[in-house]
Structures are given as C-alpha cells and as structure tokens.
C-alpha cells in the first residue's frame, strides 16, 4: 500500500468506527491537522472542537464519560499530554474514566517546529498515570487496531501519532494484535530489537544490515508500552542474551526505561537504548535530525554491536 500518517490512519479509523460504536470525538482547534475532520464530516453531531484549550477541552471529556459514552481527546502530543497532564490525571486517570487521550505530531518528526512542538515526554508522563494504557502504533495497519482495542478498552488510553506518512511495515495489511502484547516482526538469535512506533521501520532496517554481518537479529513491536508484554521481552531476553530498545522519545521514562524495568525483574541481560538523549530537540528537517540524534537503522546496528561485545 502506499504511504500514510499515523495521524491519518487515526482518522480513518475513528470515521470507520463510528458507524459501530456510540463515541464522542474532541479536538483543540486542530482537527485538519489530528484528522478527526474525517470523523467531522460523518458524525458532525458527535464531534466538538473545544478551541485551543486542551485542558479544558479533557475536562469537558471526563464530564461527558461519566454520563457512560467513550470520549476520543485530540490535540498535538505536546499539549493533550503536557499542558493537559494535571486534568487527565485527576479528572480521567483517578476515576477511571473512558476517555482516549490522542497525542497526534510526536517526537522529532514535527521537524522544523522545533523543540516547543517537538513531544519526546508524552510516554513517560502517560505511563506514570495509574491505570492509564499507554499505545504507540507504527504504521496504518497497528494505528486502526489500537483505536479499536481503545473503543472496546474500559478505561482512559493514550495513543501516540506521527506527523510523516510512513509504510505498512513489510507491506503487511493486517496484523495479529492484542492489546498488551507485543508482536514477532522478525525472529532471530543473537540480539533483540525492541521497537515502537516510527523506529519500529529503522529497526527492521537495522535487522538487514545486520544480517549482511551475519547477525540474526530479533525485531519485537511494542505497540502497547503500558502495560508492556513483559512475558515476550523475557522470553527473547533469554533467547539472545542482548537488547536494543528504540523509540522517538526520550530514553528517560521511555519505551527503553520500560523495557530495563522489565528484564531487572526478570534476569538482566545488556541493553542499549536508541532514542532522544536527555535534550530537547532542534528545528530541521526530520530525517537530518534521526542522524544528527543517532537515531538511525545505522545507530541501531551500531548499538547492538556494542551489546553483542557485552554478552
């Protein structure tokens, strides 16, 4: 298939969904940009722009969700979860209110927008709320599924989508998901890659160069941080003896803190994390900024080398 946002696909998703189930979709004055006009323009009736007011904007969805319908919250990851951090955890996180909070534009990927729109902390605060479930598709085909499993998921989630179309990973067109459970992109032997969102691409790209070594690298997708499938991580943990974690966040609080948290419990093997170091981000273009934050297939190879050596 072709190309297509994540931020697309959640809009998609959201105006197919709507005909089978009964939910509310709010945005902040962003609706082109989070693509919830395409829910918009089915459900006119069910959609409500609140302006640019992401803190009241959950507040007014927790008041609707306890009332019994599910809410779907909209706005750049950078203010649904950020300026909207105290609401969503008193007035949705604490009751345990079906609403769905979507941080649409994450990580560096927003590009020339610079540090101030550049959300690399939205998975460290999301994660830190009780209760709340934390997801992070990688491509069209993981973003429709995890808006589902959202619908039918009795509780708060956030989800986090990206701003540059990006493939079906292997050009697959459905995948097997279940929420909290992690899925075998590739299978391998010597090294684990363990991937979320837009890295999930650059580590199966990051698998192939390894292969040309003659490594056999494992890729897991971890499209559900929160709770993590920590029954898969262990088990390639013990298969390989080595991991490298990478995501478009920040390592500290991260897909990668998520997953050390994991194998301390469960036997300790190496592991590297690939992702944002402890900076904000820069104004550029965005696949100038992967390599100038090492974030590459290149980075990643290069890091499971370096846990290799350690095994």
Known sequence: MDKMATREAYGRALAEFGEQY?????DADLTKSTRTDLFKAKFPERHINCGIAEANMVTVAAGIATTGKTVFASSFAMFAAGRAFEPIRNAIGYPHLNVKVVGSHVGISVGEDGATHQCNEDIALMRS????VVMSPSDPVTTRLCVK?????DG???IRTGRNPVPNVDGREDVDFTLGR???V???TDVTLV???YMLHNAVAAADLLAEEGVSAAVLEIHTIKPLDDELIAAYAKK?????TAEEHNIRGGLGSAVCESVCASGPVPVKMVGMPDSFGRSGKFLELFEYYHMTAQDIAAAAREVLAKK
């Open 195 to 197: 991937a979320t969102g």
């Open 129 to 132: 709320i009780p209760g709340m």
């Open 156 to 158: 708060p989630c956030y």
């Open 182 to 184: 992690g899925i075998v």
């Open 240 to 244: 390989t003896g080595a991991i490298v």
């Open 149 to 153: 499993a959202a619908i039918e998921h």
């Open 186 to 188: 590739r299978d391998g």
């Open 22 to 26: 009964d939910f509310v979709v709010m």
